[in-house]
């Protein structure tokens, strides 16, 4: 079955550089959601599209934007990158806003130097 | 607000062992609760969830949790652990507002001794 796909996989920028992270979610998927995952720590919330609107915003620095498009894939735009952007960043999608299970994908990880 | 409590950091069991992992979560309503594994580098993998219904769940892999209203929590149970289930385990609880957004816990790692 179709999962949800990430690219890049492994992602080293230096501080200050600009980096985008795709997100293909499972085919039919209308919903996305990022997180992100520090070092040891648990994921957290950053952004949630549905229906290409977005529907939530959590913790997400104002140097993060992201948007879904017409084909339902998302991209987070990260900006201004500093140390502590260095991260394992997850798109999970789901069917549907609501009590529907969210599938993850493999992630991202960006590293900052 | 909405927390998760995961009050074990790493659990270390032998193999064949049973296992139970703790979850406490603090919410208004009733919550929606996950259980998620992650193996070290790899993505979230959901084990099982719980909505509303049969307090017991069954997930994959095994795995059980009982959803215990009165004490708020949502353990995580296996009767008898391999060595591949060692990787870190997240309770969450998905918000029902504008999103439906997942609150992590922070985690136990699952050590298995062989």
């Known amino acids: 079955a179709a999962g949800v796909i990430q690219s890049p996989r492994h992602l080293i920028k230096e501080k200050r550089e600009t980096a985008t992270l795709k997100c293909y979610p499972i085919?039919?998927?209308?919903?996305v959601y990022w997180y992100q995952q520090g070092p040891g720590q648990d994921p957290q919330f950053l952004i949630s599209f549905y229906e290409k609107m977005q529907s939530d915003k959590g913790s997400i620095p104002d140097r993060f934007s992201a948007q879904q498009f017409s084909d339902y894939h998302s991209e987070l735009n990260m900006s201004s990158l500093e140390l502590g952007d260095s991260a394992l960043y997850f798109c999970?999608?789901?069917?549907?806003?609501?009590?529907?299970?969210?599938?993850f994908g493999p992630g991202t990880r960006l590293t900052v130097t | 607000a909405q927390s998760v409590t995961q009050p074990d950091i790493h659990i270390t069991v032998s193999e064949g062992a049973s296992l139970e992992l703790r979850c406490n979560y603090s919410y208004g309503a009733t919550p929606y609760l996950f259980w998620y594994v992650q193996s070290p580098g790899q993505g979230l993998q959901l084990l099982l969830k719980y909505f509303s219904g049969d307090t017991l769940v069954q997930g994959i892999k095994g795995f059980e949790a009982e959803f215990k209203r009165s004490q708020s929590s949502f353990n995580l149970r296996k009767p008898s652990v391999h060595w591949s289930d060692a990787a870190e385990y997240f309770c969450a609880v998905g918000r029902m507002d504008s999103s439906y957004k997942l609150i992590f816990g922070s985690g136990t790692r699952l050590l298995v001794r062989p």
């Open positions: 999970a999608s789901s069917l549907g806003q609501g009590l529907y299970e969210q599938y």
């Open positions: 085919p039919r998927h209308d919903t």
